[in-house]
């Protein structure tokens, strides 16, 4: 078995066929398709028993809501194939060689890990995104990225990972229900010390329907993720480093106002003791005193 093919599935019932067609059309064959149901209430599994009778590559998994996270270590446990690539079930695998070209590049070059395009598709439009872009053209066999060069951990699925670097170091997801692949991926890239780019796109991701409501858990969790990341960080890539501070400001300023608790308190002082041991010049990060200007409390 080549590929085992991750997908976490939770209430996407008007798009998993499409996700799952879109793995059946790669040209790579030798796949199976690990779908791990994450306590959907809709008829999401009726739709995906209906296709496992055409494909007995399909798997169908279930647990009780847990997170993506969860539901694709199950997937992990699972898989037999020797490479890994996730995709969830809303999305889509988009060129239709791009699994086949990527396990070639991977034993051609002896990489544990191999990196592609990625797409968005957005009111019934398809328009490539930035990931790589920023390297210029890229030949058509590819090359070898270094992490130290790339230094990002957004877009996991946009990735394609040899089964035995997850399994021989045991990585798997955090727990959290937001910002839990993040902290996976950027183990991965940190172990195998970099990628092998391909140019081609594997990853279609389809943006604008997800209600991304968030709650005091969501906002703790993400930032959790940002905590791990930023400890690996510190020692390591200056530059994913500096992304990640930017982030609490950029991406969370709104959600720390608006979702007070305690953990998420205790997760923001964990996350300004790595700033004060990186930047001792400065007291606290400036958003903590911007929006707590009498200090955080534990309550």
Do not use: M
């Given at each position: 078995m080549k590929v085992s093919v991750i997908i976490p599935?939770?209430?996407?019932?008007?798009?998993?066929?499409?996700?799952?067609l879109s793995v059946q059309r790669q040209t790579l064959q030798d796949l199976e398709m690990i779908l791990v149901d994450d306590g959907s209430t809709d008829n999401s599994k009726q739709i995906i028993l209906r296709c496992m009778q055409n494909d007995n590559r399909i798997q169908y998994h279930y647990q009780d809501n847990r997170g993506a996270g969860t539901a694709r270590n199950l997937g992990i446990e699972k898989a037999r194939g020797e490479f890994i690539a996730f995709l969830d079930s809303d999305d889509l695998f988009y060129d239709s060689d791009a699994l086949e070209r990527m396990v070639a590049a991977c034993e051609n070059n002896r990489a544990a890990v191999c990196a592609s395009y990625r797409n968005e598709f957005k009111k019934g439009q398809i328009l490539p995104a930035d990931l790589f872009k920023y390297l210029g053209e890229i030949p058509p066999e590819g090359r070898r990225v270094s992490f130290l060069e790339h230094q990002d951990d957004f877009f996991f699925q946009s990735y394609l990972y040899q089964r035995d670097l997850i399994e021989n170091h045991s990585l798997r997801f955090s727990p959290y229900r937001r910002y839990?692949?993040?902290?996976?991926?950027?183990?991965?890239?940190?172990?195998?010390?970099?990628?092998?780019?391909?140019?081609?796109?594997?990853?279609?991701?389809?943006?604008?329907?997800?209600d991304w409501g968030k709650n005091g858990i969501h906002v703790a969790d993400s930032l959790s993720g940002l905590r791990d990341n930023l400890l690996l960080a510190e020692k390591k890539y200056p530059v994913l480093y500096q992304k990640l501070i930017a982030r609490i400001d950029r991406m969370y300023r709104d959600d720390i106002q608006n979702n007070p608790s305690a953990r998420l308190n205790q997760v923001l002082l964990?996350?300004?003791?790595?700033?004060?041991?990186?930047?001792?010049q400065h007291r606290n990060l400036p958003i903590l005193d911007e929006l707590f200007p009498g200090g955080l409390i534990l309550f």
């Open positions: 599935v939770y209430n996407t019932a008007s798009f998993v066929e499409e996700c799952i839990e692949d993040p902290p996976f991926l950027l183990r991965v890239l940190d172990l195998a010390e970099g990628l092998w780019l391909l140019p081609v796109t594997l990853h279609c991701y389809r943006k604008g329907h997800q964990q996350i300004n003791d790595i700033y004060k041991r990186n930047d001792p």
